[in-house]
């Protein structure tokens, strides 16, 4: 998908954050962007053995580390070593995007130019913010909001008293009332007498053919997107936190909690009120049951249920009277 940029940001260069860098005197920090992604002026970070694998391949030329794992790095990839990286992190990131940590109000909203959308049908009270793009014979809703630089596809159903921002969605989509997508997400870090704002700079990919029900909440990624594959179903209440993948044709019941940064495949199943914990993978064709708690990663075509979740035959076993 075309790169948009939802928040201001600034040019710096890398001297000004890091005077001792051994990069050259001109170079222009880009951006801030995951080992997996990160390019030749990029800065990324590297916190937990869990991403040694990405860590081993990054072309990023800059990374924020600790000293026990600056050993996985390429040798060409500069090593900032540092006792905490996620505070680290956010420190550069609101350097480089100032305005990142708090959702400000979207001033530019207004009722929309039906000149400009001739083919999309607006109920009342629609607010469009600036360079909002819409496909062709897409719905929107009584009250809502779609914010600055939203991309919506063709054919899409977006209902009533929804908020969408900082979010990139695909053709024939539905989202039903009273959504949320694309706010900033529970992203602090805790600090003597305070929490420290983390910033969010991601973004929401819905891809094509998705359907959400109502009342769900759908947080853009800190530093990486958060996604949600094709053909997948929400169902009612489900919260979708930063970073997590969703993959495609997935079914996902009322009221499931994903934390942050967790990956889950294709054609996964997953029962009501069950939560699955941060940077998680959970496999293709995996099944969960619902309330179920998942604290571990799941291997493809598994079936697992209870807390913490465990394979079905082990759970049926425990549970024999």
Known sequence: MKTINFFNKKKIKIKKIYPKSSLKENFILNNIKPLKTAEKYDLSFFDSLRYKDDATKTRAPICITKKNLSKYLPSKTEK????????????????????????????????????????????????IGKNVRIGRNSIIGSNTIVEHDVVIGNNCVIGSNIIIK??????????????????????????????????????????????????????????????????????????????????????????VGFAGSSTIGNYVSIGGQ?????????????????GSGVVNDVEDNQ??????????????????R
């Open 80 to 127: 900032i070593i540092v006792t905490n990286v996620l505070v680290e992190l956010a420190r550069v990131l609101k350097l480089l995007y100032p305005n990142a940590d708090i959702d400000y109000p979207d001033f530019s909203v207004k009722s929309p130019n039906k000149k400009k959308y001739p083919s999309v049908k607006f109920s009342n009270n629609v607010l």
């Open 166 to 255: 900082n979010s990139i969605i695909g053709n024939n989509v539905v989202i039903q009332d009273n959504n949320k997508i694309g706010q900033k997400g529970f992203g602090f870090i805790p600090q003597k007498n305070m929490n420290m704002k983390f910033p969010h700079i991601g973004k929401v990919i819905i891809n094509d053919n998705v359907e959400i029900a109502t009342g769900c909440t759908i947080d853009r990624g800190s530093v990486d997107d958060t996604e949600i594959g094709k053909n997948t179903y929400l169902d009612n209440q489900v919260h979708v936190a930063h970073n997590v993948k969703i993959g495609s044709n997935c079914m996902i019941a009322g009221q």
């Open 274 to 290: 069950a939560g699955v914990s941060g940077h998680l993978k959970i496999g293709n064709n995996v099944k969960i049951g619902g």
């Open 303 to 320: 079936t697992v249920m209870g807390y913490p979740a465990v394979p079905l035959r082990e759970f049926l076993k425990k549970n024999e």
